[in-house]
């Protein structure tokens, strides 16, 4: 730029010539091309796709550019602790009545434990301690008492459970034939029968609120809830992202087979 202002007084003072003219073109030439790349330069900045006429819009795109900045800026915002929870409970709706805690946490019945007992199928898979199904329930008049007690003082203690009623085992079940990687197989756990008893009498427990505290995302394992509708639903999803629309679709595809072929 400072050149070809130069050459512009250099004409001014002294004779014109060809090559006086020639250079002056060049450097006007060379001075529109790099303007031009300024130009593109603020419009990339500022994503704007239009440009006024006649006009390179300096300030234009700087201004753009500038509140752009300001709109995709994280400002710190003021913050206060307090030791009071109620203030922070009260905007946190409540989905469990007191009644229904009670019912959660209350100690079950000897009738609660025979019933879950008896629901259990006997041809059930030996536990590590050796015992099926079906040996409580054949023998519930001789040891259904102290199995009773068991159950119950699970409960007492705040949900503390003996160690050696916490064994497990774990078998490999093959999902393809001649498989040979180990995520070619699916591990299944077999635990001690008093904790089956005492998980179910949970989940019996939840049953009843568990459609009003799960999100409506989640099908499996909720009653009158099916898993295939979540099959359904991806279909109509997959469907849906076949139509034109601003900015286009994105579909992303999730392996969870991790999800069910682990454990904790």
Not at 68 to 96: E, G, M
Request: a positive charge.
């Amino acid at each position: 730029m400072n050149h070809l202002s130069n050459s512009q007084l250099d004409i001014s003072v002294n004779c014109v010539s060809k090559g006086t003219l020639d250079s002056k073109v060049q450097d006007r030439n060379t001075v529109d091309t790099l303007l031009s790349y300024q130009e593109s330069l603020h419009k990339e900045k500022s994503r704007v796709n239009y440009l006024a006429n006649g006009d390179i819009n300096s300030a234009f795109f700087h201004a753009l550019l500038k509140r752009r900045r300001v709109n995709n800026a994280l400002l710190p915002r003021s913050s206060s602790t307090t030791p009071d929870l109620s203030i922070v409970v009260q905007f946190i709706p409540s989905l469990v009545t007191d009644k229904e805690n009670i019912s959660l946490t209350k100690i079950p019945s000897a009738e609660e434990n025979k019933s879950t007992n008896f629901s259990f199928n006997v041809a059930s898979a030996p536990r590590p301690d050796g015992f099926t199904g079906v040996f409580y329930q054949h023998y519930w008049d001789i040891f259904g008492l102290e199995f009773v007690t068991a159950v119950q003082d699970f409960f007492f203690s705040l949900s503390k459970l003996f160690s050696n009623l916490n064994l497990n085992f774990i078998f490999l079940i093959p999902k393809v034939t001649n498989a040979i990687s180990v995520d070619q197989y699916r591990p299944i756990v077999v635990g001690n029968f008093l904790f089956k008893v005492v998980t179910k009498i949970i989940a019996s427990h939840l049953s009843d609120m568990a459609a009003r505290i799960i999100s409506l995302n989640q099908f499996g394992f909720v009653k009158g809830r099916q898993i295939q509708d979540c099959i359904a639903i991806a279909s109509d999803c997959i469907n849906a992202l076949d139509k034109h629309c601003y900015e286009g679709n994105i579909a992303i595809k999730i392996d969870i087979r991790k999800a069910f072929d682990t454990m904790n």
